[in-house]
């Protein structure tokens, strides 16, 4: 099921990571590549996946990870401002995905797997009836998903994995102070064109 939703034009006022922590890249046993950046604020986490989304290309899938409240669907905002799309971007989490048409031509699609199963073997379950093998497929479109750790057994093999951790990893005040906390940003390329975006996030 997939849904639109529209909205006033939104802005974000740099697109640059100079507020945040210093990055950290290394490389993991059996070659993955990983970088890790601190941002203390909505803003630059937005920033960063602003950057990402300027050079990305169709065909990429993002597979977002981390506890409620920890900023997936901030991240996601962000990514959006960065493909130049105005729509308000929302979670899907009940109607499960929603599409957004970027001016560069490629479609943002956007996915929450949070209500899907109990287990990874029911949530993928589902998540083949829903479609998402022939989503995963599209080479018109950047694929987010959020809570891709469940249906991580139908990820390809080449996607870039972005976890957020809030400091202190359970903050007190709920999903508000949440929002407000820093938080460590964990980019994990799975695969060569995923591992070529990492060096476009944080210069």
């Known amino acids: 099921m997939m849904g639109r939703t529209a909205g006033p034009e939104r802005k974000l006022e740099d697109a640059q990571t100079e507020g945040a922590g210093p990055a950290s890249r290394r490389t993991l046993p059996g070659g993955m590549e990983q970088l890790s950046i601190t941002t203390h604020s909505r803003q630059e986490t ?9 050079a990305v290309s169709p ?8 506890q409620l409240g920890a900023g997936k669907t901030t991240f996601v905002q ?35 797997i949070y209500r899907l199963g109990d287990s990874v073997d029911s949530a993928l379950e589902e998540a083949a009836t829903f479609g998402l093998e022939e989503i995963l497929e599209r080479e018109d479109a950047v694929i987010v998903i959020e809570w891709a750790e469940r249906v991580s057994n139908a990820l390809p093999p080449d996607h870039l994995q972005v976890e957020l951790i809030v400091a202190g990893d359970e903050p007190s005040g709920g999903l508000e102070a949440c929002e407000d906390s820093s938080r460590l940003v964990r980019f994990t390329a799975f695969g060569p064109q995923s591992a070529a975006l990492l060096s476009h996030i944080r210069p």
């Open 46 to 54: 937005q920033s960063i996946a602003a950057r990402l989304a300027q």
């Open 59 to 66: 065909g990429q899938v993002i597979a977002l990870r981390g």
């Open 78 to 112: 962000g990514f959006a401002v960065g493909l130049g799309i105005r729509d308000r971007v929302t979670s899907p989490t009940f109607i499960l995905a929603n599409e957004y048409r970027s001016p560069r031509g490629i479609q943002l699609v956007h996915i929450d």
